[in-house]
Nanobody, 119 residues
Framework: QVQLVESGGGLVLAGGSLRLSCVAS????????MGWYRQVPGKPRELVAV???????TYAESVKGRFTISRDNAKNTVYLQMDSLEPEDTAVYYC?????????????WGRGTQVTVSS
């Protein structure tokens, strides 16, 4: 059974920083892309950032220059460093990972962690 577990969410003042972590555990052979989405009530889930195998990354325009995604392949962990946070960043943040089991690639999701930015 595969699990993705996020941590690091919380309440922070505008202009502050938070670092989210997400660890993938369980039975799989390899990890492809890992990333973060976020969702506020009444709106669809939106991409925040993705890091592919190697160092290629993609960011939403709204977070470019403020958020940094990274991964530790040895620990099957993806991080999201969030700086200069704004109230508009308030959301539940979900981690995802594309994991290989033998030759099959499957997308997995964490349960989410709440980030609240107070003005």
């Amino acid at each position: 059974q595969v699990q993705l577990v996020e941590s690091g969410g919380g309440l922070v003042l505008a202009g502050g920083s938070l670092r989210l972590s997400c660890v993938a555990s369980g039975s799989f052979n390899g990890v492809d892309a890992m990333g973060w989405y976020r969702q506020v009530p009444g709106k669809p889930r939106e991409l925040v950032a993705v890091v592919y195998t190697g160092t290629t990354t993609t960011y939403a325009e709204s977070v470019k220059g403020r958020f940094t995604i990274s991964r530790d392949n040895a620990k099957n962990t993806v991080y999201l460093q969030m700086d200069s946070l704004e109230p508009e960043d308030t959301a539940v943040y979900y981690c995802y990972a594309d994991l290989y089991s033998d030759l099959a690639l499957t997308e997995y999701w964490g349960r989410g962690t709440q980030v609240t930015v107070s003005s």
